[in-house]
């Protein structure tokens, strides 16, 4: 079975701290999509990142950085210099790869609750 | 909207009560995803749609749950007799192609049962 597991329930940095969200995911499938998105206080879910399971090398966009790693089944999110508008609930999910790339059905974590403080 | 647009964003519903919870994806986007979010939780997937299609219908809970895109845009779930453990946010997202999932959020319905 797929899962998602994000241990971090909630964190809280001040301003400009960097800051790490865990992610650790299970499948028996060889090909699938790991994503991040971020659920600001409206609700309406911004996707981050997707990458697939054959790309291991780590991305970087502005403050955000991301690093994949199948031997231990992670895919964790950093932001560097951390500000205010973070603040957001963070989620990490898998779908597994059809032949036609992937089936677009997300499993998600339960999500981690950064709290960015001036 | 440029976005994906959900109506109603509150609805409180009394237990045994129909409800039916509207989306209207992006223009031209092929796939169409509806996920349920209770509170402190991750989004868990109900059903896809491409094009007017229902392809996977594997994640609704029960019988009591229902949905429709019958011309390909706008889409629609329906839960007949409402019972508390459906007291959630019921989120919609679209996609311009699919089997990518990269998908567009809409705001949510949250949905009371009391």
């Known amino acids: 079975a797929q899962k998602v597991t994000q241990a971090q329930t909630e964190i809280s940095v001040v301003e400009k701290e960097d800051v790490t969200l865990d992610c650790v995911y299970e499948?028996?499938?060889?090909?699938?999509?790991l994503f991040w998105y971020k659920q600001p206080p409206s609700g309406e879910l911004v996707f981050l990142i997707r990458?697939?399971?054959?790309?291991?090398q780590n991305e970087i966009s502005g403050r955000y950085s991301w690093n994949f790693q199948k031997s231990t089944s992670s895919f964790n999110f950093t932001i560097t210099a951390s500000q205010v508008v973070d603040s957001a609930v963070y989620f990490c999910a898998l779908s597994e790869a059809s032949g036609s790339g992937n089936t677009g059905k997300l499993i998600f974590g339960q999500g981690t609750t950064l709290q960015v403080k001036p | 909207g440029a976005g994906v647009s959900q109506s109603p964003r509150y609805k409180v519903a009394k237990r045994g009560q129909d409800v039916a919870l509207r989306c209207d994806p992006i223009s031209g986007h092929v796939s169409l995803f509806w996920y349920q979010q209770a509170l402190g939780q991750g989004p868990e997937f109900l059903t896809y749609?491409?094009?007017?299609?229902?392809?996977?219908k594997s994640g609704l809970p029960s019988d009591r749950f229902f949905a429709e895109r019958p011309e390909g845009s706008v889409s629609t779930l329906k839960i007949q007799r409402t019972q508390q453990e459906d007291s959630a946010v019921y989120l919609c997202a679209s996609s311009p192609r699919a089997n990518t999932g990269e998908l567009f959020f809409g705001e949510g319905s949250r949905l009371t049962v009391l």
């Open positions: 749609f491409q094009n007017e299609a229902q392809l996977d």
């Open positions: 499948t028996r499938d060889t090909t699938y999509y």
């Open positions: 990458r697939n399971s054959f790309d291991e």
